[in-house]
């Protein structure tokens, strides 16, 4: 397991993200920022996307035909909140690019009015093959509500600078 070493002192991005080297496989992270969602986020998004799905913008629909009784915000929308939240505190300015994303669910449903929070586990960590001013890291993102119950969670690979030469 990498730990980090107790002299160890993360040195960021200008813009706030942290470089491979900064990542400690185990590592929890509790994003500083988050945020209630709405209605408009969920109509927006919805329109944005062309999905029509009743689920997300019919509220007459959902209390008269869904067991919810009133409107789920849209889980894409829910993934791109929960990796959106944690940028500040991890990769602004130092992801080179997202490779990917498994293992998402949606374990229990996110409501307008709901106020989601973030925790990030580093689950893994290579060095490139292809590059070597770059690595990958294994993020574990997980979103909760107010009520810390776990509404999202995924996997994510992303490509990330290692600190420059100096």
């Known amino acids: 397991m990498d730990v980090p070493q107790a002299s160890t002192v993360k040195q960021r991005h200008q813009r706030g993200g942290l470089f491979y080297e900064d990542f400690h496989v185990g590592e929890q992270i509790q994003h500083r920022l988050t945020r209630t969602v709405t209605q408009m986020d969920n109509m927006l998004f919805s329109n944005m996307t062309l999905n029509p799905q009743p689920l997300h913008i019919d509220a007459h629909f959902c209390a008269t035909e869904t067991e919810w009784g ?62 070597p001013d770059a690595g990958i890291v294994t993020f574990l993102h997980r979103a909760y509500n107010q009520n810390q119950v776990l509404v999202a969670q995924c996997h994510r690979q992303a490509f990330m600078r290692k600190r420059p030469v100096t």
Do not use: Q
């Open 70 to 131: 009133k409107p789920l915000m849209n889980s894409l929308f829910t993934l791109g909140l929960m990796v959106g939240i944690g940028v500040n505190d991890l990769t602004n300015g130092t992801t080179i690019a997202n490779l990917g994303m498994t293992d998402v669910i949606f374990p229990n449903p996110l409501f307008e009015n709901d106020t989601v929070h973030c925790t990030t586990e580093i689950v893994d960590k290579r060095e490139s093959r292809s590059r």
